[in-house]
């Protein structure tokens, strides 16, 4: 079965330079979400699309802006990164009427920031 | 302040017993609530769930428990086999689509 694709899966940055995170949902998942996860933590929501209009937001930061486009992919533009921006970047999507709530996610994507 | 709690950092079970990871929530609002197992460098993979409006859920060897006057559930797993060694999150959201809130994880070792 098809999974939630993320690119690239490893990224390496300098400070304050900008990174672009991509996110393909699974065929027909019209909602995706983004989180972050740092060392040791649990995932953290950041943003969230429905039919390519943001649904929800959490914890992004300003330097942080995201869209979903007409294909349904979304990417996520991180910009004056920070090192405290090294993490890993989850994307996740859902059926509208998902059975109960569940929603599944990519591998990830590691940013580093130096 | 944590929504969902996970209070055993790690759990070790021996190959073939149950194990069972527990998870409190605090707030009454969540209506649907998730088990997720990881591997490192890996995404989330979803196992179950469970809607407030159920006590039990089973699907295989999985099986979540909800107790909503305790705002407690758990996972059992039965029998525990070494690919379940993983760290185990449990999530909970308010709607069907709404964003995921999750515990810290419980990393379980299955013992041969």
């Known amino acids: 079965a098809a999974g939630v694709i993320q690119s690239p899966r490893h990224l390496i940055k300098e400070k304050r330079e900008t990174a672009t995170l991509k996110c393909y949902p699974i065929?027909?998942?019209?909602?995706v979400y983004w989180y972050q996860q740092g060392p040791g933590q649990d995932p953290q929501f950041l943003i969230s699309?429905?039919?390519?209009?943001?649904?929800d937001k959490g914890s992004i930061p300003d330097r942080f802006s995201a869209q979903q486009l007409s294909d349904y992919h979304s990417e996520l533009n991180m910009s004056s990164l920070e090192l405290g921006d090294s993490a890993l970047y989850f994307c996740?999507?859902?059926?509208?009427?998902?059975?109960?709530?569940?929603?599944?996610f990519g591998p990830g994507t590691r940013l580093t920031v130096l | 302040d944590q929504q969902v709690k996970q209070n055993s950092p790690s759990l070790s079970v021996q190959e073939g017993r149950i194990s069972i990871l527990n998870c409190d929530y605090t707030?009454?609002?969540?209506?649907?609530f998730l088990w997720y197992k990881k591997y490192p460098a890996e995404g989330p993979t979803f196992l179950i769930s469970?809607?407030?409006?159920?006590d039990k859920n089973e699907d295989g060897r999985f099986t979540v428990f909800l107790n909503k006057s305790a705002k407690h559930l758990s996972l059992h797993i039965v029998p525990s086999q070494p690919g379940d060694s993983a760290v185990y999150f449990c999530?909970?959201?308010?709607?069907?689509?709404?964003?995921?809130?999750f515990g810290k994880g419980t990393r379980l070792h299955i013992l041969p």
């Open positions: 996740a999507s859902s059926p509208r009427l998902g059975q109960e709530g569940e929603q599944f």
């Open positions: 065929p027909r998942h019209d909602t």
């Open positions: 699309f429905y039919e390519k209009m943001q649904s």
């Open positions: 707030n009454s609002m969540f209506d649907y």
């Open positions: 469970i809607s407030s409006i159920k």
């Open positions: 999530a909970a959201s308010r709607d069907r689509d709404d964003k995921i809130i």
